[in-house]
């Protein structure tokens, strides 16, 4: 009897050897790694101890705008009469501007120096002729729309004001000045206590102007910041107060009150404060 011999064939199992097929079906699990535990983030909040301190003051002055704008823009003249300034030069001119045919100051050097301090701010200037002026440094920005100002921005090197209002950032990193003027009519009552609509059609008016000055300044330290606290709000006033003197020597007593209860008035007019956080005066 002869034995029979049978061929066995194994077949894989389908859990041993997968098809390929099912390969792309079905991804396999990649190895996870312990993953160290994340911190949650902080949202970037800027340095209570430095705010940004808004310093304000303002004068009714018995002349036209155009040369009380003239005086402040006449830079180079600063240590004459801007309190602490010791030193002050026009470093660059704009294109001439197109109602006035003028070049004003692009950029300037002035060095203030008080007690043992001693600060060179070169700053970025931006004039707009008669009504506003415009003094930036560190991280300042102007406030003029640019739409205003083609003699400064048709200019292919305004590009360079900023790096060149850098300066030195060891008190302030960001210093904004700001003078503004508006003129306007005033007519003086008439002698015999009468309204103006009552008495003398011949009474003419007398221009007046008012001037505005707004300083935003932030200090590069708390120290700095704390130490402000006291002298700041009086420097606003010492400037404006500055400038009026100024413009008594330069431009003479100009269309002066007519008489003392309106010049009492006048100095009623003035404004001074200090303010703290990002509101801008415009």
Same mark, same amino acid.
């Given at each position: 009897?002869?034995?029979? +011999?049978?061929?066995?064939?194994?077949?894989?199992?389908?859990?041993?050897?997968?098809?390929?097929?099912?390969?792309?079906?079905?991804?396999?699990?990649?190895?996870?790694?312990?993953?160290?535990?994340?911190?949650?983030? +902080?949202?970037?909040?800027?340095?209570?101890?430095?705010?940004?301190?808004?310093?304000?003051?303002? +004068?009714?002055?018995?002349?036209?705008?155009?040369?009380?704008?003239?005086?402040?823009?006449?830079?180079?003249?600063?240590?004459?009469?801007?309190?602490?300034?010791?030193?002050?030069?026009?470093?660059?001119?704009?294109?001439?501007?197109?109602?006035?045919?003028?070049?004003?100051?692009?950029?300037?050097?002035?060095?203030?120096?008080?007690?043992?301090?001693?600060?060179?701010?070169?700053?970025?200037?931006?004039?707009?002729?008669?009504?506003?002026?415009?003094?930036?440094?560190?991280?300042?920005?102007?406030?003029?729309?640019?739409?205003?100002?083609?003699?400064?921005?048709?200019?292919?090197?305004?590009?360079?004001?900023?790096?060149?209002?850098?300066?030195?950032?060891?008190?302030?990193?960001?210093?904004?000045?700001?003078?503004?003027?508006?003129?306007?009519?005033?007519?003086?009552?008439?002698?015999?206590?009468?309204?103006?609509?009552?008495?003398?059609?011949?009474?003419?008016?007398?221009?007046?102007?008012?001037?505005?000055?707004?300083?935003?300044?932030?200090?590069?330290?708390?120290?700095?910041?704390?130490?402000?606290?006291?002298?700041?709000?009086?420097?606003?006033?010492?400037?404006?107060?500055?400038?009026?003197?100024?413009?008594?020597?330069?431009?003479?007593?100009?269309?002066?009150?007519?008489?003392?209860?309106?010049?009492?008035?006048?100095?009623?007019?003035?404004?001074?404060?200090?303010?703290?956080?990002?509101?801008?005066?415009?």
């Amino acid at each position: 009897m002869k034995a029979t +011999r049978r061929l066995l064939l194994l077949r894989p199992s389908p859990a041993l050897h997968p098809h390929p097929a099912s390969l792309l079906s079905k991804p396999r699990p990649t190895p996870t790694h312990p993953q160290p535990p994340s911190r949650p983030s +902080r949202p970037f909040v800027s340095n209570p101890l430095t705010p940004l301190q808004t310093l304000t003051a303002s +004068r009714i002055l018995p002349y036209h705008a155009a040369p009380l704008y003239e005086l402040i823009a006449d830079i180079a003249a600063y240590p004459d009469f801007i309190p602490y300034c010791t030193s002050s030069t026009i470093t660059s001119l704009s294109a001439p501007d197109a109602a006035h045919r003028k070049e004003w100051p692009r950029t300037a050097d002035l060095r203030i120096g008080y007690g043992p301090y001693d600060e060179l701010f070169r700053s970025a200037v931006y004039c707009l002729p008669h009504t506003v002026l415009e003094a930036v440094a560190g991280d300042a920005e102007p406030t003029i729309p640019k739409s205003r100002l083609a003699h400064y921005y048709e200019d292919p090197g305004h590009e360079d004001d900023a790096e060149k209002s850098a300066g030195n950032r060891s008190i302030f990193t960001s210093l904004l000045t700001r003078w503004t003027f508006r003129e306007f009519p005033f007519k003086p009552a008439p002698p015999d206590g009468k309204t103006p609509q009552e008495g003398s059609a011949s009474a003419p008016s007398r221009p007046r102007t008012e001037v505005n000055l707004v300083l935003e300044v932030r200090f590069a330290s708390a120290v700095y910041s704390a130490l402000s606290q006291a002298a700041a709000p009086k420097v606003a006033g010492m400037m404006i107060e500055a400038f009026e003197k100024r413009a008594t020597v330069v431009l003479g007593q100009g269309h002066g009150p007519e008489s003392r209860a309106e010049e009492d008035g006048s100095k009623r007019s003035a404004m001074e404060g200090v303010t703290r956080g990002k509101n801008r005066i415009m």
